[in-house]
């Protein structure tokens, strides 16, 4: 099992900044692919951006590319998102999510999420 927990959301004003975290913990975290995906208000879960477990490998949906990067520190079993020049459509509570498999999923492993607001 791995336990996730997400943390660094919070309210933003449109282009501004915030950086998400995802600790990991349980059985060998940083040999997985991490992945961060997104829901907002009435709408399906879907990708933002994924890692492998060395960090060499990534991708990143087309609606954050340019603007956010993902990026890890496997010495400390931490994950994060960087957001940059945030819009309100960015809007949603960002789930942390772990695979066994690669940057493509299957995702088994899941946070609680965290709420970012970005407000005009």
């Known amino acids: 099992q791995v336990q996730l927990v997400e943390s660094g959301g919070g309210l933003v004003q449109v282009g501004g900044s915030l950086r998400l975290t995802c600790a990991a913990s349980?059985?060998?975290?940083?040999?997985?692919?991490m992945g961060w995906f997104r829901q907002a208000p009435g709408k399906e879960r879907v990708f933002v951006a994924a890692?492998?477990?060395?960090?060499?490998?990534?991708r990143h949906a087309d609606s954050v590319k340019g603007r956010f990067t993902i990026s890890r520190d496997n010495a400390k079993n931490t994950v994060y998102l960087q957001m940059n020049s945030l819009k309100p459509e960015d809007t949603a509570v960002y789930y942390c999510?772990?695979?066994?498999?690669?940057?493509?999923?299957?995702?088994?492993?899941w946070g609680q999420g965290t709420q970012v607001t970005v407000s005009s």
């Open positions: 890692i492998n477990w060395s960090g060499v490998s990534t």
């Open positions: 349980g059985r060998t975290p940083s040999s997985n692919a």
């Open positions: 999510a772990a695979s066994t498999r690669g940057v493509w999923g299957p995702w088994q492993y």
